[in-house]
């Protein structure tokens, strides 16, 4: 944190913490739809974290249905568990000094600007590293060069439907450039298609869409690699 707190300013190191937290919760698009370690530890296991530690992610096996005769026993299986370890790898920080004093009194919440600045670049970048992700996935949908339309999507949903991917939590992050030729296409996001409240909305926010469309959440990321 810091090795002075001026009092005058009211930011100890308590104050800094809850207002860093808050900011990169808001000013991340991806930190509350991705799994985290809380998920699959408990709170005291989560304070002992350093950088080079695991997190433990369990990837449960498959179960057989099986056809149940009378006065039979019946077969019990034993699935194979098997975990996804991730490495706690990275630590990012910003660190900033103020050393006009009569400056940081004069200009309002000079203090809890700079503090918001830093967390928006982490946040920034934490999206950035996990949308880098995408590079080591095999499964793709769509042309490299032609805008994003309704017929992607709808393959996009064939293509889980048929992998009994959960129907539930679904998001789609867009380039702006496919953003921009989504909100052209009036199939996409027509009243008659999502509904006059739905339109309405998509007009005045763009895809960032508190209702899915097409069975997705949609959200538009500038950092997505345009392809």
């Known amino acids: 944190m810091t090795s002075y707190i001026d009092k005058e300013t009211n930011l100890t190191p308590e104050t800094i913490a809850n207002k860093a937290l808050d900011i ?50 019946m077969t019990v299986e034993e699935p194979t568990t098997s975990v996804v370890s991730l490495s706690i790898n990275k630590h990012k920080y910003v660190c900033f000094g103020v050393e006009d004093v009569t400056a940081l009194h004069s200009m309002i919440n000079l203090g809890e600007g700079y503090i918001a600045e830093g967390l928006r670049g982490i946040a920034e970048q934490f999206d950035g590293d996990i949308l880098a992700l995408y590079a080591t996935l095999s499964q793709s949908d769509g042309t490299p060069g032609t805008d994003a339309d309704r017929d992607l999507i709808v393959d996009v949903r064939q293509t889980l439907n048929e992998a009994k991917i959960p129907l539930t939590d ?3 992050f867009w380039h702006p450039k496919d953003e921009s030729a989504l ?21 005045s926010t763009g895809l960032i869409s508190p209702r899915p469309i097409l069975g997705f959440k949609h959200f538009v990321h500038q950092g997505i690699v345009q392809v």
């Open 170 to 172: 679904r998001y789609i």
């Open 24 to 73: 990169l919760r808001n000013s991340s698009v991806l930190l509350d739809k991705i799994a985290k370690d809380k998920d699959y530890v408990d709170v005291d296991q989560m304070a002992t974290f350093k950088k080079g530690d695991s997190v433990k992610i369990p990837s449960l096996g498959t179960l057989t249905v099986r056809d149940k005769s009378g006065q039979t026993d």
């Open 183 to 203: 909100l052209q296409d009036t199939d996409f996001y027509s009243a008659s298609s999502v509904g006059e409240a739905q339109a309405a909305s998509i007009n």
